[in-house]
């Protein structure tokens, strides 16, 4: 009997193993990253660190920034790696929109979901797909989420960014470059953590004639780049570079 019970548990743990092992790498490697937090902190510190730390501020942050960018009451918003709703609270709290928020992580859907209003629709996707219709969002933004991906997945959902928004919609995101002093400590201390076999998740860079040589395959417009060391908001700045892009 003991041998028994010894094969179902090894074919249940391989079978685990397996359905771990066939996730996209970011959602895999997020799980994880998450798992590891929720286990070491207080629920609301995880979810904070979850997505960088700084939660409060930085959605202030993101929402100045969008205000600045023209963002109304009534404007359809989709938040492509939602994360655990730092931005969703704060647009919560300042108007009335139609928001969609994408992530891969069920329990940061499940704390953003939990702090925000019922009709925030919610959505876990690991297809690289963008679950709405064509022309129908007046702004894309995403904070931290290219960071974490291929350049190959980024174009990907670059191509749904442009099906999504409406004919001069805007779409805003951030990124990590060489070209910024600030952003080169991530990159060595990305270099230290693959060392030590201890890198969380993917710290992925892409240069300003990247996204330019993409905008034009797709068929958006660079407006404009925000240095990720200028103030935002009192004592908030957004870090990584940002980017504005409009729909041609």
């Known amino acids: 009997m003991g041998g028994i019970l010894q094969r179902i548990v090894g074919a249940l743990t391989g079978a685990g193993a397996r359905e771990e092992a066939e996730k996209p790498h ?6 994880r990253h998450v798992r ?21 501020i930085q959605g202030k942050v993101h929402l100045a920034l969008l205000r600045s960018l023209g963002l ?34 069920e329990d940061l859907i499940a704390y953003a979901r939990a702090n925000t209003p019922a009709d925030y629709r919610f959505h876990i996707s690991t297809d690289l797909k963008i679950p709405a219709g064509d022309a129908s969002a007046d702004i894309v933004y995403s904070f ?19 099906r999504v928004l409406r004919p001069g919609g ?6 990590l470059e060489f070209g910024s002093p600030g952003h080169f400590p991530v990159f060595l201390g990305s270099v230290e953590q693959q060392k030590a076999g201890t ?12 996204i330019e040589l993409w905008a ?21 700045r957004l870090g990584q570079t940002g980017a504005v892009l409009r729909r041609l």
């Open 216 to 236: 034009e395959k797709l068929g958006f417009a660079v407006e404009s780049y925000i240095d990720g060391n200028r103030e935002i908001v009192p004592d908030g």
């Open 170 to 175: 805007t779409f805003l995101f951030s990124f």
């Open 72 to 105: 109304k009451d009534g404007d359809s918003l989709v938040d492509l790696g939602c994360g655990s709703g730092r931005t969703a609270r704060r647009l919560a709290e300042s108007g009335s929109y139609g928001y969609l928020g994408v992530d891969v992580v």
């Open 36 to 56: 590891k937090l929720k286990e070491s902190h207080p629920l609301d510190e995880a979810m904070s660190l979850a997505v960088g730390g700084h939660y409060d």
């Open 144 to 162: 931290s989420l290219f960071t974490h991906l291929l350049h190959e997945e980024t174009y990907l959902y670059m191509e749904e960014v442009r």
């Open 199 to 210: 890198k969380p998740v993917m710290n992925m860079f892409i240069e300003r004639n990247v």
């Open 26 to 31: 970011f959602q895999r490697d997020y799980e």
